[in-house]
């Protein structure tokens, strides 16, 4: 494999890595929000709502390009992988969909000074965002074992460097 090809690989792969970590960083932020208790509150709902944030400008983009771009590529290049693509695009969906509703509960937090109210969005936030935790977690693997690998294993040069002027447009 080529110089360029690899490093377009390992740019990838950094990518990934780079979502992983902001996704442990997401489940850190809602565990401490769930566990710390009234005295760290403000902070921590500060915190979730940072890693919120960087979650939306990082890995909303990357679903975007991955739905638009790198999966009709690859089922075009590799028709097995059109079924598993599907899943994929539908795991986005899903992700988009309990992303935004995890949004809504988040900014409704700030509408309840009484402690009951309070509590019950925080659970129904630490509920909601552990499954985008784990959903997304699990996407991401999925997604680097089939995507990343199937990319470096059966895509020829041209067709990697095709791909990587898409992602680069």
Same mark, same amino acid.
């Given at each position: 494999?080529?110089n360029?090809?690899m490093?377009f690989?390992?740019?990838?792969?950094?990518?990934?890595?780079q979502?992983?970590?902001? &996704?442990?960083?997401?489940n #850190?932020?809602?565990t401490?929000?769930?566990?710390?208790?009234?005295p760290r509150r403000?902070?921590? *709902?500060?915190?979730?709502?940072?890693?919120t944030?960087i979650?939306?400008?990082?890995l909303l983009?990357?679903? #975007?390009e991955d739905?638009? *771009?790198?999966?009709?590529?690859?089922?075009?290049?590799?028709?097995?992988?059109?079924?598993?693509?599907g &899943?994929?695009?539908?795991e986005?969906?899903?992700?988009?969909?309990?992303?935004?509703?995890f949004?809504?509960?988040?900014?409704?937090?700030?509408?309840?000074?009484?402690?009951?109210q309070?509590?019950q969005?925080? #659970?129904?936030?630490h509920?909601?965002? #552990?499954?985008?935790y784990?959903?997304?977690?699990?996407?991401?693997?999925?997604?680097h074992?089939c &995507?990343?690998? &199937? *990319?470096?294993?059966e895509?020829?040069p041209?067709?990697?460097?095709?791909?990587? *002027?898409?992602?680069?447009?």
């Amino acid at each position: 494999m080529q110089n360029s090809s690899m490093t377009f690989l390992r740019r990838l792969e950094a990518k990934h890595d780079q979502y992983l970590r902001h &996704v442990e960083q997401f489940n #850190t932020a809602l565990t401490h929000l769930q566990y710390e208790g009234l005295p760290r509150r403000k902070h921590n *709902i500060q915190r979730v709502e940072k890693m919120t944030r960087i979650l939306e400008k990082d890995l909303l983009p990357h679903m #975007t390009e991955d739905r638009d *771009i790198v999966f009709p590529f690859l089922a075009k290049h590799v028709p097995r992988l059109e079924p598993v693509m599907g &899943v994929f695009n539908g795991e986005h969906d899903e992700f988009l969909e309990s992303f935004e509703q995890f949004k809504t509960i988040l900014s409704n937090l700030h509408s309840y000074d009484a402690q009951p109210q309070a509590d019950q969005l925080l #659970t129904n936030l630490h509920v909601k965002g #552990t499954y985008l935790y784990c959903l997304i977690r699990n996407h991401l693997y999925a997604e680097h074992e089939c &995507v990343v690998k &199937v *990319i470096s294993r059966e895509l020829q040069p041209r067709e990697l460097k095709e791909l990587e *002027i898409l992602l680069k447009n």
